[in-house]
């Protein structure tokens, strides 16, 4: 069986072979009986032959100035839609082919060209039963070897997984020298701080739980769904004994190069029984796939960031956009360097809590032999606040890193154990927000199979 990439390929020389020849691939008579002027005949050959040429962009910006106009000519519908196919734009090359097809139902050479934008869109199922049809129009010998070889291909395709349902269970215990993620210092502008305010270290505990849903609509289309919760108690600082209730939702996609996300998440989360903080959030992702295993991809994220009514000065709505260049190997490894920026604007006026930010991070992941698998993170983020601060400006920078490596399958299929190390270095103009916070913590997640 014939590659993708090049059946692809001869199903554009082929038709690069029709337009020359002028066969357009039994073309129906009735089909060129429709009436139109010597003007827009020699328009529709000039798009021909820019299509000969393979300047498909350029006939493709000629021929949609005219779609008022010419829309219902089979041949303008036709050219209208190779020009679009092979332009990347799919969806439009589906719209002017199906439109060709209503007015000329023997025109051939549109039901392959809608057979191939069908298959390039992965709406194989659709493609199929064109390219099938066309096998019993008696085509030319060459484009029937390159039908012959899309059907393979589909036949030889996995068809779209089906949803998929996975649970995951996790404990979790370790040791924090600041769990509070508050200043060493005792003192503060000549004030004793409350102990709660004050670096305090403490061993913890962690249970969890969650799940994902996946539900493929194609090959290329896929919706998503996820959530956990988890409790943490801090036995020498349960002031801070926190809970997390987390959930997400939304669709992935891809098309030829390119792919991206677009999802809804939220989180809510409680300190010592009673409510702190809670995100909810637009994230969306556009992506392409570059030669060699590269990839760069855009995000931008927007949302909103509450807190408890006592402390509701610090709410802010956040926008947040990153560029990531990444590369995978085919070990199962990979890096990827990241750039982020964004902007928190203060709710309430009177709030100092507005800031805008500025990072990079770098992520490293390899398989360590078998069913081992090394993660590494680091990053730096600055924020500048756009208030006082106890009358000082305040500016913060804060990088963390952490370190993992996961022994997959431990034991039994599904298990696995995840030694972690976490380190934060929070460098603040103002001292009570001046902190350092390592974690040493040992992982384990049951997902059953």
Known sequence: ??????????????????????????????????????????????????????????AYELLSEKESELAGNPFFDYLLGVAALDSGRTSDAIFSLRRALIVAPGFSGARMELARAYFESGNVAQARPLFVQLLGE??????????????????????????????????????????????????????????????????FAELGGGFSWSKPKS????????????????????????????????????????FGRAGLDAYWSARDGDSNQSQFALDTLLGRRLADHWDVSLGIRGGTLRYDDNIDIMDVNRVMFTGRLGRTF????????????????????????????????????????????????????????????????????????????EFMNVLKDGLSLTPRLRHIDNDSDVGLYDYNRLEISLNLRWTPQ
């Not at 590659?3 to 129906?28: C, E």
């Not at 070889?149 to 020298?177: F, M, N, Q």
């Not at 009177?350 to 800031?355: A, E, L, R, T, V």
């Not at 991070?361 to 606040?385: C, E, I, K, N, Q």
Request: charged share 20%; proline share 4%.
């Open 330 to 405: 085919f070990s199962g490894g990979g890096f990827g360097v990241e750039l982020v920026g964004g902007n928190d604007s203060e709710r309430r006026s009177s709030s100092p809590y507005g800031n805008s930010k500025l990072g990079g991070r770098l992520t490293l992941y390899a398989p360590v032999g078998s069913d081992r698998m090394l993660y590494f993170s680091s990053g730096s983020l600055t924020s500048d606040y756009d208030g006082l601060f106890f009358g000082t400006p305040r500016e913060d920078t804060q990088i963390s890193t952490l370190l993992q490596i």
């Open 219 to 258: 090959t290329r289309l896929a919706w998503y769904t996820s959530g956990r919760v988890a409790y943490r108690h801090n036995p020498d600082a349960d002031f801070v004994d926190s809970a997390l209730v987390s959930a997400a939702g939304g669709m992935n996609w891809q098309r030829g190069k390119f």
């Open 138 to 203: 008696q085509p030319p010998a060459a484009v029937r070897t390159v039908i012959d070889d899309y059907i393979a291909s589909i036949d030889a395709s996995p068809a779209a997984p089906r949803s998929r349902l996975r649970l995951h269970y996790d404990v979790a215990a370790g040791y924090d020298t600041n769990a509070n993620g508050s200043t060493d210092s005792q003192q503060f502008l000549g004030f004793t701080l409350s102990p709660n305010n004050v670096e305090a270290d403490s061993s």
């Open 1 to 58: 069986m014939m590659p993708l990439a090049k059946i692809l390929a001869s199903g554009r020389l082929v038709l690069l072979m029709s337009l020359v020849l002028g066969t357009r691939f039994a073309f129906a008579e009735d089909t060129l009986q429709v009436a139109s002027s010597a003007d827009t005949q020699r328009f529709l050959a000039r798009a021909e032959d820019l299509l000969t040429l393979g300047e498909t962009a350029v």
